[in-house]
C-alpha cells in the first residue's frame, strides 16, 4: 500500500509501507479527516501522473526558495521525476519545486498557475484544501506519464 508519511519535521513522502500514517497523527495540526484527504491528494496525484509528489509544511527560514529546493534534494528516490510542494502558512509562502524530468511536464507557468490558485484558497484560511486542489492542479497539467518507447 502506498502511503504518505508526516514526519517529525513536517515533510511528508510517499513511500510503499505496510504502516499507517493515523499510528501517531493525532499529535499533529491537522485533524485525521485532514490527513486523510492530503493522503488521498499526494497518492492520486503520484498514481496519475507517475511523478512522485511530496509536500513540506513548515517554516522554510529565510531563503524560502533554497530550504525549499534542500528539502527537494534531500527527498528519498529519484529527485529527477519528483515534485515538491512546500507551504509555511506562517511566512506565508509557498514554492514548489520539480525534478528536471518532472519540470518538462510541469514547467514554470503551470507552477505558478498552482500556486496563484493555492494562494486564493489560503486567503480564506482553507489549508488542506488549498494543497489539495493545488496537487489536482499540478496533476492535471503533467498529465499522464507517455508510454514507453522500445
Known amino acids: 500500500m502506498s502511503l504518505n508519511q508526516v514526519g517529525a519535521d513536517g515533510h511528508t513522502s510517499t513511500e510503499h509501507t505496510a504502516n499507517s500514517i493515523f499510528d501517531d497523527a493525532t499529535s499533529g495540526p491537522f485533524s485525521l479527516k485532514d490527513l486523510a484527504r492530503l493522503d488521498e491528494a499526494l497518492t492520486m496525484a503520484s498514481r496519475e501522473t507517475g511523478l512522485r509528489f511530496t509536500l513540506f509544511i513548515g517554516q522554510l527560514g529565510a531563503d524560502t526558495r533554497a ?64 494543497i489539495v486542489n493545488g496537487l489536482r492542479q499540478l496533476s492535471d497539467q503533467a498529465g499522464r506519464p507517455s508510454p514507453a518507447r522500445h
Not at 507552477?111 to 488542506?128: E, H, I, K, P, Q
Open 67 to 130: 530550504t525549499a529546493e534542500d528539502l527537494h534534494a534531500r527527498s528519498r528516490g529519484d529527485t529527477t521525476e519528483a515534485v515538491l510542494v512546500a507551504v509555511s502558512p506562517g511566512q506565508r509562502v509557498l514554492e514548489v519545486v520539480t525534478g528536471t524530468h518532472a519540470a518538462r511536464r510541469l514547467p514554470d507557468r503551470a507552477c505558478a498557475l498552482a500556486v496563484l490558485s493555492m494562494t486564493n484558497s489560503l486567503s480564506s484560511g482553507d489549508l488542506v484544501g488549498a
